[in-house]
């Protein structure tokens, strides 16, 4: 088997075996396109988490969103220095790559400390970061915009929002919708703890009031704020609150220009007992669905409300259980069910000894639904503890939580569907094992119904660090175990039919772990990507239709898979396997069903699946696509020559070269010039013969070249320049007998209908015209008796013998005068 080196671009491939099935083995990283933002520090998720901070001492307080690109932004409070927090920031793609500084990009390293980060979209690939600040003697709140490649925009250390006096604690934001931020906390300048909050906007410079607008400033203290967007450039801020005396639910609406909406702060419950820990969601009209831990009952339960837009509660007053179960439920987190309600998560103690996870579903009209008092996320043994979630982007959900069935706490998740089942593994998937505490989990959406989860470790027995490892949405398997397709590129230099389809690898595609065994390699054309009826789809007749499960690593094919995605049914054919061989990357040569031509874009989609030794544990890559091109042009014409008979020209060549299989037609082109460009003006004709006559050639010299033409447009070299003397132009008129047969080429060339051959006779003769096609059967016959001699011109109607029009295709016909034959070529085109 030959092995040789393929090379395009900074790509590296070593190719195995030859022929139609080349497979082509990429050794090196493949260079993806630039929104992949590779960087060399890393190659991809690795098994229990990507490193993303250890640097000297404690890595702590976290949190995270997402980078809008299928990557994940941290940010945590850093002791690096081994005297005081401070806070640092990194992105990690899509494909587990740390983007930034290693270790983090310094945020504020601002004297004393800087503790409890909070973070945001910037709208722009970036993150805005809030955290409370010592460096004043006491806490104030100060905030800081990073771009997508980690460089601060603001004023370094970050702009102050409030620095009154007394301490400002615990911030929360969120995007004021055009680039900045809406800041809210809690703030104890009037000797008890109220809330305030305040704008800063895209530029970094802080709106309204100075040290912020007073948000609620009730009797005794309003604490633990969370904000959302009102979808007007404002926001809606709920907190626990204590002037009645024990701890109630509040909230207030602040517009975009710090003006409070609301005339009165709204009662989300004022309910007997204590009410805390609120979480708030925007719903779909600018109000919002707050959940918190309520324990009028002697225990913490869970309860939820809706308020409008303009601050009235909408459901049951003072909130609708979602679980009222024995013991306590606490530490409750919500997100949309993508259906006007919210999915919502606790821990809870109702098996007394332990915390479990549980969630339930509340919809839009305020009803629990799914199981009573919620559906079992995880109970196995020890503690569960500490949920974050995440929609998944179908009406579901992707919880994590940190868990202590080992004796060490570990990571888990689960993803559970819109009907309330959890779909991968009993009790969870592990995120992360490993030896000592893995906590604090933090979770964002990978945009694909999986999820990146982040957390604080513990592994190295000295230190807490920072790490992250993505979940796949199918089984919430750890890394990207789907392969990613990057490129499907015609291959250049040759006739057509073959594009150069690349991919990454599966994460699971690696020495010692080896999990992929194969890819499937699959393929579908534009024409019947929506629908198998209809035009296209008579190509498909006949193949069998298979699920994934049925490809094994022997599959010879023919094989047809319908998938549905988004609302785009593809017809997938099965094109080839793929050994897996712990490669960064492949490339593979694959067949394309037609090549694209002026006016037929051609093109194709493809996808690869990832194979286990599981046939029905499998994963599927995005879908690329591409076309295929001819991109070689005939070779050109030889020995042309120009003959002056009577008044016209007639001109003959030798064909441009032996199997052109894509070969159309010969163009010709005319000067009184020497040194004929091939260009539209000097356009005179095409035929698909080697001979053809000019009736009205210039007056004087004239000069000829003759190109050659394939199927799809490409036009080879012209032939040698052709000169014929000076001569009158005219047509033929009978004055000049030819002194033996001679036969033009027919006009037109390519027919449709009719054409006609121009015969020359040297004496009166019968003359019999047979036709042949390609195989050499002879398909018509034409009769003409006593023609006169001299130069006349013949009709053929294109019919057989049978009378009916003969097909499309290339023909050859023969012309008898006497004991004198001449044979030439034509080309039938309907």
Not at 9 to 17: D, H, M, Q
Not at 494 to 502: E, H, K, P, S, Y
């Amino acid at each position: 088997m030959m092995s040789y080196l393929r090379v395009v671009g900074r790509r590296v491939f070593r190719t195995l075996g030859s022929g139609n099935t080349r497979a082509v083995l990429l050794w090196l990283v493949l260079a993806v396109a630039t929104s992949l933002l590779v960087t060399p520090a890393a190659v991809a998720w690795v098994n229990e988490g990507v490193p993303v901070c250890t640097s000297a001492y404690t890595q702590q307080q976290m949190q995270a969103i997402s980078d809008g690109a299928g990557g994940i932004i941290m940010v945590w409070g850093d002791e690096r220095t081994g005297t005081n927090y401070d806070i640092y920031a990194q992105r990690v793609n899509d494909r587990g790559q740390p983007l930034w500084t290693a270790d983090g990009v310094p945020i504020c390293t601002a004297v004393n400390l800087q503790e409890y980060p909070q973070i945001i979209s910037d709208m722009a690939g970036g993150a805005i970061i809030v955290w409370q600040d010592l460096r004043g003697g006491t806490y104030d709140i100060y905030a800081q915009r990073v771009d997508g490649t980690g460089v601060s925009v603001w004023t370094p250390n970050g702009v102050a929002i409030c620095a009154a006096p007394n301490t400002q604690q615990y911030p929360r934001l969120v995007s004021d919708g055009a680039g900045g931020a809406i800041i809210a906390w809690q703030d104890d300048r009037g000797g008890s703890l109220d809330i305030y909050a305040r704008r800063v906007n895209a530029s970094g410079v802080p709106l309204w009031t100075a040290d912020g607008v007073a948000v609620s400033i009730a009797a005794s203290n309003q604490t633990a704020p969370q904000l959302v967007t009102d979808d007007a450039g404002g926001a809606i801020v709920t907190w626990k609150d204590s002037r009645a005396g024990t701890d109630d639910i509040y909230a207030q609406r602040v517009s975009n220009a710090g003006v409070l909406v609301w005339p009165a702060d709204a009662a989300v419950c004022t309910a007997s007992g204590t009410q805390s820990e609120p979480q708030i969601l925007r719903d779909a009209y600018g109000g919002a669905i707050i959940v918190w831990q309520d324990n009028r009952s002697g225990y913490y339960d869970i309860y939820v409300q809706r308020i409008s837009s303009g601050g009235a509660p909408i459901w049951i007053a003072n909130g609708v259980a979602v679980c009222t179960a024995v013991y306590e439920q606490t530490t409750p987190q919500l997100v949309s069910d993508a259906a006007e309600g919210v999915i919502i998560v606790w821990q809870d103690l109702r098996n007394y000894s332990v915390y479990d996870i549980y969630a339930r579903r509340v919809n839009g009209s305020g009803t629990p639904m799914w199981t009573a008092d919620g559906v079992a996320i995880c109970s196995a043994g020890n503690s569960q503890e500490l949920p974050a979630i995440v929609a998944d982007g179908a009406g579901g959900t992707v919880i994590t939580w940190q868990d202590r069935r080992s004796n060490y706490y570990d990571i888990y998740a689960q993803r559970v569907n819109a009907l309330g089942t959890p779909i991968w593994t009993s009790e969870g998937v592990t995120v992360c094992g490993v030896s000592y505490d893995q906590t604090y989990p933090r979770i964002v959406p990978d945009d694909l119904g999986g999820a990146i989860i982040a957390w604080q470790d513990y592994r190295s027995f000295s230190n807490d660090d920072q790490y992250v490892q993505r979940v796949e949405a199918v089984f919430g398997s750890w890394g990207r175990p789907e392969p990613t397709a990057v490129s499907a590129e015609d291959n250049p230099g040759d006739q057509g039919g073959m594009v150069a389809l690349d991919w990454l690898a599966s994460d699971h595609d690696i020495r010692y772990y080896n999990e992929i065994t194969y890819y499937s390699i699959w393929r579908a054309t534009n024409e019947v990507s929506f629908a198998r009826s209809g035009a296209g789809a008579s190509a498909f007749e006949g193949l069998p239709i298979v699920d994934p499960s049925d490809i094994g690593p022997d599959f010879t094919g023919p094989a047809l898979r319908i998938e549905q995605v988004g609302e785009t049914t593809y017809y997938w054919e099965w094109v080839a396997n793929q050994n897996a061989r712990s490669a960064a990357g492949y490339s593979y040569l694959t067949p394309t069903r037609h090549d694209a031509m002026e006016g037929v874009p051609g093109v194709h989609y493809f996808q690869v699946l990832s194979h286990t030794s599981d046939q029905y544990k499998f994963w599927e890559s995005n879908v690329v696509s591409g076309f295929s091109v001819d991109n070689l042009a005939p070779a050109p014409p030889l020995l042309l020559s120009a003959e002056r008979v009577d008044r016209s020209v007639v001109l003959t060549w030798h064909p441009s070269g032996e199997n052109e299989a894509d070969f159309r037609d010969y163009t010709i082109y005319r000067s009184t010039s020497p040194g004929v460009p091939p260009t539209p003006i000097f356009l005179f004709s095409s035929c698909a013969d080697t001979s053809t006559v000019d009736p009205s050639p210039p007056i004087g010299t004239g000069y000829y070249i003759v190109t050659a033409v394939d199927v799809h447009g490409n036009q080879s070299a012209p032939s040698n320049e052709a000169e014929t003397e000076s001569g009158v132009t005219g047509v033929w008129d009978g004055r000049a007998t030819p002194a033996q047969l001679t036969v033009l080429g027919n006009a037109p060339n390519p027919f449709a209908e009719t054409t006609k051959f121009v015969v020359g006779l040297p004496r009166p003769s019968d003359v019999t015209v047979d036709v042949f096609d390609v195989a050499g059967r002879r398909v018509a016959r034409r009769t003409f008796s006593d023609v006169a001699l001299g130069w006349q011109t013949l009709t053929f109607d294109g019919r057989g013998s049978d009378g009916k029009s003969l097909a499309s295709g290339v023909y050859f016909y023969r012309v008898k005068a006497g004991a004198e034959t001449q044979t030439r070529k034509m080309v039938i085109q309907r």
